[in-house]
């Protein structure tokens, strides 16, 4: 009888790069007294890419539909003001954009759902200024998030090949 000695070390791989990104996260978030690192912590998680060709675009088209989501939405927002037709037109408008005009892939999902909290924030708070201001804050934590996990991940995939080879 012969058995199958190989075992699928790829969900291993992930949690410890996880691990790592999302400790990262926790430690630099309590060092510099940033109290709300969601955003950060999600990005680093939805970034984290073991498979090393990958890694590069993974975090190029998150960062890239984090802005143009939060973007198109603040122009949105400064032409039509707050309200639940901007909402959905945004919604609509967003992803007509990522469809057609900027190619993400299946990124294009992110760029709506950043767009539609900025617009959602602005729609209930009544407010252009707090939906800008909840736009550049998700855009730096998403950005801070995709960048550490993309970093993490490149020395990943290093440590990975070396002992491949």
């Known amino acids: 009888m012969e058995t199958n000695s190989s075992f699928d070390v790829t969900g291993l791989h992930y949690s410890i790069a ?11 978030s309590w060092l510099s007294g940033f109290h709300d690192p969601l955003w950060v912590l999600l990005s680093g998680v939805i970034c984290t890419e073991i498979v090393h060709d990958q890694t ?5 088209r998150r960062i890239m539909a984090t802005l143009i989501g939060t973007g198109i939405s603040c122009v949105l927002l400064m032409v039509f003001g707050s309200g639940f037709v901007t909402l959905i037109a945004g919604i609509v408008i ?8 900027i190619p993400v892939h ?3 999902k992110l760029a709506v759902a950043t767009g539609a909290i900025v617009l959602l924030t ?3 708070q009544n ?3 707090i939906a800008e201001n909840i736009a550049l804050k998700r855009a730096l934590e998403v950005t801070a998030g995709s960048l550490l996990a993309g970093l993490v991940s490149m020395v990943m995939n290093s440590i990975l090949r070396a002992f491949k080879n």
């Open 106 to 108: 299946n990124s294009w």
């Open 18 to 28: 996880l691990a790592i990104v999302s400790s990262l996260i926790m430690l630099g």
């Open 94 to 101: 967003i992803t007509l954009v990522m469809h057609y005009l």
């Open 127 to 129: 407010s252009i200024a």
């Open 122 to 124: 602005g729609f209930e």
């Open 56 to 60: 590069k675009s993974v975090v190029v």
